[in-house]
């Protein structure tokens, strides 16, 4: 991931259907690797509402694949490390323009 603009992926469902997502933020956990995705809206969509997915990225053979997180648990403690990540580049974005 580069820090100097946002990355966008694709993602394929079980029927080939393709979706953009922007990655919002990558966090390594001793768990394993995740990232936070905002689907990429099309200019016809009224989507109302921002959801943000989170997956494992696995990597195999130098290859990244994205995982839904099936454990319950897990997810709500990525989930909550995402949300303390991002509240802490908020603060951080105000102490700037302060």
Known sequence: M???GSDFI?????DGTEYEFEVLKELETPKGRYVALLPCAEEDEDSEEDDIYIV???????????????????????????????????????????
């Open 2 to 4: 580069s820090d100097y």
């Open 10 to 14: 694709v993602l394929s469902d079980e």
């Open 56 to 98: 494992k990225v696995v990597t195999e053979n130098n290859e990244d694949f994205y995982e839904v997180i099936e454990d319950d648990a897990e997810y709500e403690q990525i989930a909550k490390l995402f949300e303390e990540a991002f509240e802490a580049d908020i603060e951080l974005d105000e102490e700037v323009k302060h």
